[in-house]
Nanobody
Framework: QVHLSESGGGLVQAGGSLRLSCVVS????????MAWFRQAPGKEREFVAR???????TYADSVKGRCTISRDNRLNTVYLQMNNLKPEDTAIYYC??????????????WGQGTQVTVSS
C-alpha cells in the first residue's frame, strides 16, 4: 500500500514563495518517478513538475524558472519549491507517484492535495 500526504500550501501574495512537501509511505519510494500536478477551479488537472528515480527533472513551461522539484530518498519525501508566485498559480496541488510523462492518467498513486492561493 502506498500513501501520499502533501503539506505546505497556503495563502501568499504575488511574488512570494511556498514549499510543498509530499511524504510517501512504502519501501519503494526511491524507485518511483514523482510528480506534482495542479487543478484550478473549472479546469483540468495539469502537469507542473516531475522528478524520476535518478533525480532528472521536467517542468511545465508555465513554471519553468520559478519552481524546483527535488526529492530526499532518506525521508521518502518530494518537494516543490515555488518562487515568484502569480495569481494564476492558484490551484489545488497534488503529488503523484509511479507514473510516466505528463499525463495524470499515467500515475498510479495520488495524495489528497494541498491548496495554494496567490493574491494579487
Amino acid at each position: 500500500q502506498v500513501h501520499l500526504s502533501e503539506s505546505g500550501g497556503g495563502l501568499v501574495q504575488a511574488g512570494g514563495s511556498l514549499r510543498l512537501s509530499c511524504v510517501v509511505s512504502g519501501r519503494l519510494f526511491s524507485s518511483f518517478a514523482m510528480a506534482w500536478f495542479r487543478q484550478a477551479p473549472g479546469k483540468e488537472r495539469e502537469f507542473v513538475a516531475r522528478v524520476d528515480w535518478s533525480s532528472s527533472t521536467t517542468y511545465a513551461d508555465s513554471v519553468k524558472g520559478r519552481c524546483t522539484i527535488s526529492r530526499d530518498n532518506r525521508l521518502n519525501t518530494v518537494y516543490l519549491q515555488m518562487n515568484n508566485l502569480k495569481p494564476e498559480d492558484t490551484a489545488i496541488y497534488y503529488c503523484a507517484a509511479q507514473g510516466a510523462g505528463l499525463d495524470p492518467n499515467q500515475y498510479d498513486y495520488w495524495g489528497q492535495g494541498t491548496q495554494v492561493t496567490v493574491s494579487s
